[in-house]
């Protein structure tokens, strides 16, 4: 759990180098002619007067992202941050060479993209410029990257994955309606993020925490030498609260809850927020006097929230295609096309086009993806049998077209990333009955015991931009459950072992009711809005031990205001020497 | 005898400290508060700190600080009259050191060099006091692994035996008054717009910008010896810049900027446009200038601007005295280490640090403040004294000869405060008139029977010139030239080629690293070497610019 230090690194970075004033400029509302003209004659005039030069640029695409936005940040019951951000940024991608190789291949593909700030304010000129001469320097870095690929073409053997770099994909037209940034009654939010935040103040064991408020209104502007044009737009209203602790032997640990919506009065009333970020915080409270888990190997039950986590992190992750073409990675499915890896009831599907499920809004939800491709149901694993992966217009083999999932914040190329995944299954019993159903797995493997997973964190459960995230499970809330009717005992440390893949094969059945999980989701093209969701899952058998981790000791001193002398004294006495 | 005597001292020392830290240690820290509720809650968490902070039997603290940092800055720039970015960045952070041991040995070393944490911006006493309390509890269990990396480390190495590690510094009461922002944005936002629009001018500028950066700081500090301060300081920068190409591909960059320290220092709208227009012409003039091709070896005259340039990269980072890594056993890890009492300039020129001064010649001075960051009121040091270093400027860190602190330990936002310049002052005695300097240059090249000499106005990074003049000797013409560099500009040259000095001043105010100023006069090198610069020369755009309205939208 290396929750503490990048998140509050992260936050910090926030305060000190983020938000910036609300607009007083052009405001971000309906969507914008000029920016969109300005951009395709730009564009026309870079294709037609590139189209000369040598090597000629085979493609050209601008994607301005809009964004204004506020954070609200607060800790125990006091503002840290408090801010308004609105900027304009500019991805421009140039593409020389061919479909088949361009300067876009291997190592060479993270280099073909140039950022700019564009102006705010809606002067065609002035925005023509920065766009000119950001596209000067990004054909120049094209021009070169392409000679290296060639060179490196002819250099090195032959690639096993000898796929085009570049899908041929149909133009997309879509004017969608830009939105206005969404108005809020600051001063009642800030009150609120403060009463928030002071929930964790009243469990003096908690250390670090932070309650925060972010409102990211985004609207996308695309034009490309392929003559699509694009305008389509996202608001993202979020409520996100952290806290951590450390158990006497210097565990860290950590909890987070999110509240995502598209607007205000979508988000959880304010009763079922304070009631989430109350259990987190009392979470800790018990995670710190738990004792440590043992090693296990046994039956265990993943909760629906749990269960998406996991399929995210260990089944998502693995099915984008880029996976299945890169020589550094694992390509853990490449080959598995048409094959089981999955028990035959179980189904996977990626779904950015579903705003919602069971009445839960999705966060992996967009009509167009970062490349311009319209989204699109993707069945990825049917009945156990793997389909397909996650595209973006970058083939691998027997994929040569992107499935509208080519993701990635701006700044950086996209690549096939998830947007809605959502684990489906044919063999179910009622949810009241899985509890019944871990005590018999329990019996019939004469185990004295077995694990109930409440909680799992991914890279993506602890939602903040920028974070850099590894796509790996960390059991956060797990629970031995006695077959004796004995009360469930909570435990902390957990780690799962073994392959996470073989995990999956021993899923016995599922619950009926499918859990959504929000988040943000990090990768080598950055942050992406995510969902997932799945039932609860009985596993037969999960392996787990002791997690190696932290060795700080908690603060010698209690929190001021909750002095109690004996406390600090049994701290004291607790480990003496020992650095 | 001496040695003996200051063996004994040391042992007398030590043993104090060795007692204070079996019984608690003497509570120093300050108790007014001033009605403040930030130094409430420092105080109030300090003394928690200092009376019960310790783990399990290991070392107490000697000494704890806090400094807490509340920031508001406000930055924006705007491109072609269109208003590129606008943000404001405020908060507030605290930075925490921890000592153990003593003041002769301790534990800021490797890990043990203080924590960061992010404070809450509502006076909240307890909100404020819990990050305190985090901090401090992360800085002391840093100093615990700081001390003994410390003397892991020591067992490596030689060390020069006497000196310290943390100076003994009266202890400072200076509650001052916070500073506010009080600068209308949206009029300086349209400032911009309609500073940047002048540049429409030249179209064939590849890039230009008007920016600003107004910043409010405020500081709060408390330490176990009692020193208690509070600061506010705002530094206001204006600037424009753009960016070209000579037809050969040669970058040509030119940019200029005021930084004061109260809002109506700030430029007027007429003095901006002239300074802009002026700017602009420069693009032309320096497109068509001719290249410097062959080596030149002579009298150059440096404008008190560059001039600036030339200290800053050559004087300022060689009079701080900033003690070498463990083990090494120079007395800073500048240049002039061991110029101590030697000569580093001509005997024309003294230089003074005055932390103290605000202006100078009604121009204000970045670099005032009352009481440095480590709690040390702030003193006007002579560093170089006709010519002869004198003084090195120094934190609570001492370097050999120099046990104290002048008051020059500072930090910019939440790290280590080390020694650096305030207002360091270059004077020189018998200064001459501009026209007399020029003329002096004039002179100088007849006798050698050049056909001209180069005057330098400014220079731009890595001290390039970026307006560079030949002076011509039959009838004192100047001819702009570009492409050159300087060979052998280094503190040699300082030494033992200049020949004179202005009796003009020019104040270079800096916002980066810290708000500080440079001020000189114009100087005259005997000789100096100027060279073609062999820079790589970038391809011009491969397509032209898109046309630019005339028509200027602003105002």
Known sequence: MSFKKPLFLCLFSLVLAGPALLGQTAPAGASNQVLLNTMQQELDRAMTSLSKADPAPYFISYAVTEESGAVVMAS?????????????????????????????????????????????????????RVLWLNTDRMYKKAAQGFMEVKTDTKVRAEEEDSSPDFSVEKPQVFIGKGIAPE??????????????????????????????????????????????????????????????????????????ETFDASSFDKLDSDQVMTAKIEKIAQDLQKLKKAPIVEPFNGPALLSGRAAAVFFHEVVGHRLEGQRQRGENEGQTFTKMIGQPVLPKFLSVEDDPTLPSLGGVELSGNYNYDEEGEKSRRVDLISNGILKQFLMSRMPVKGFMQ??????????????????????RSTKTVPDSELRKELINEIRKQKKPFGLYFEDIAGGFTLTMRNMPQAFQVMPLMVWKVYPDGRPDELVRGVDIIGTPLQALNRIVLTGQKIDVFNGECGAESGSVPVSAAAPAMLFSEIEVQKVAQG???????????????????????????GR | MQRFLSTILLFVTMSVFALAAESAPPSAAPTDDHGDPVLKAMIAE?????????????????????????????????????????????????????????????????????????????????????????????????????????????KNVETETDLVDFSQEKPSQSVGDLARSSVDMEKWKQMLRSTSDIFRSDASLESSNAFLSFRVLNRYYVNTEGTITRSGKAVYSYAFSGTGQADDGMWIERSHGWVVTRPDELPKPNEIQKEAKQLIGTFKALEKAPLVEDDYRGPVLFSADAATSMFERLIVPNILGIRPDLGNPARTNG??????????????????????????????????????????????????????????LLGREPIRDFPHSNGHGRTALGGAPRPSISNLIFKAANGASFEELKKKLIDMCKDQGRPYGYYVETTGPQLSPRLLWRVYVNDGHMELVRGAIFKQLDTRALRS??????????????????????VSPSVLFGELEIQRANHTREKLPQYPAPALSTVTASN
Do not use: C
Request: net charge negative.
């Open chain 1, 76 to 128: 125990n019951g006091a503002l840290v941050a408090n801010a308004n951000r609105h900027d304009r940024t500019a991805d421009i991608s140039v593409r020389v060479g061919s479909r088949d190789l361009d300067n876009t291949h291997g190592d060479n593909r993270y280099n073909a993209i140039t950022t700019a700030a564009l102006p705010l304010d809606d002067k065609p000129d002035a925005i023509a």
């Open chain 1, 183 to 256: 108005s809020f009654d600051r001063k009642a939010w800030e009150d609120r993020i403060r009463r928030y935040s002071s929930i964790f103040s009243k469990y003096p064991d908690i250390e670090n925490s932070t309650v925060v408020l972010l409102i990211e209104d985004s609207t996308r502007y695309f034009v490309s030498s392929e003559g699509s044009r694009l305008v389509d737009s996202r608001p993202l209203i979020r409520v996100l609260a952290l806290g951590n602790t450390r158990s006497s032997d210097g565990m860290e640990l950590a909890r987070s």
């Open chain 1, 402 to 423: 992107s499935n509208g999932h080519g993701r990635g914040q701006s700044g950086l190329m996209p690549v096939g990333r998830q947007g809605n995944l959502i684990v």
């Open chain 1, 551 to 577: 060795h700080e000791r908690p603060p010698v001193l209690p929190p001021p205001g909750v002095e109690k002398p004996e406390v600090a004294s049994q701290q004291q006495n607790a480990n003496p020497g």
């Open chain 2, 46 to 154: 300090l003394k928690r700190s200092q009376e019960k902070l310790q783990l399990g039997q290991l070392q107490r603290p000697y000494y704890i600080e806090y400094q807490v940092s509340e920031l508001e800055d406000q930055t924006a720039d705007a491109t072609l009259g269109a208003l590129r970015s606008d943000q404001v960045n405020a908060g507030r952070l605290v930075r925490v050191v921890v000592r153990i041991g003593d003041y002769k040995q301790d534990s800021y070393f490797g890990s043990g060099t203080g924590a960061v944490e992010m404070m809450p911006t509502d006076d909240q006493e307890l909100a404020l006091r819990r990050q305190l309390w985090l901090a401090t509890d992360k800085a002391y269990k840093a100093a615990l692994t700081g001390f003994t990396e410390k003397e892991a480390a020591l």
């Open chain 2, 335 to 392: 240049e002039f280490a061991s110029y101590y009492k030697g000569r580093v300039l001509p005997d024309m020129f003294t230089v003074v640090d005055d932390p103290k001064a605000k202006e100078i010649d009604h121009q204000t001075l970045a670099g005032n403040y009352d009481v440095d960051d480590e709690g040390v009121e702030a003193q006007k040091v002579t560093v170089i004294d006709k010519g002869i270093l004198t003084n090195y």
């Open chain 2, 497 to 518: 080629d200049i020949v004179a000095a202005g009796n003009d001043t020019y104040v270079y105010n800096r916002t980066e690293p810290l708000p500080s100023a440079i």
